[in-house]
């Protein structure tokens, strides 16, 4: 999502708008409905660990800790992997 994102915020949508825009309704946009876009059972996810709640803060998502792809972590602020 990164600054464009954060951008959107700043140009009135809701915090909450701007994430779904990120996650779900993109995944619809994309044909992957029902596949992705949400984290629930029967899903693929992707998980990204920030560390301060992006509904009060958008700017957190430019501080990635953790990247969680398939069950994997593949990403670590600090290490290498």
């Known amino acids: ?3 464009k994102g954060c951008a959107r915020n700043q140009d009135g949508l809701s915090t909450l ?3 779904v ?3 779900s309704a993109a995944a619809a946009a ?4 029902g596949k992705t876009g949400a984290v629930r059972p029967g899903l693929q996810a992707d ?4 560390g301060d709640n992006p509904m009060q803060d958008l700017a957190c998502l430019r ?3 953790m990247v969680i792809k398939a069950g994997k972590v593949v990403v670590r602020k600090g290490a290498s992997l």
């Open 1 to 3: 999502m990164g600054q």
């Open 17 to 19: 708008t701007t994430l």
């Open 21 to 23: 825009c990120a996650t």
């Open 30 to 33: 994309c044909g992957l409905e």
């Open 47 to 50: 998980i990204l660990v920030v």
């Open 63 to 65: 501080d990635i800790l």
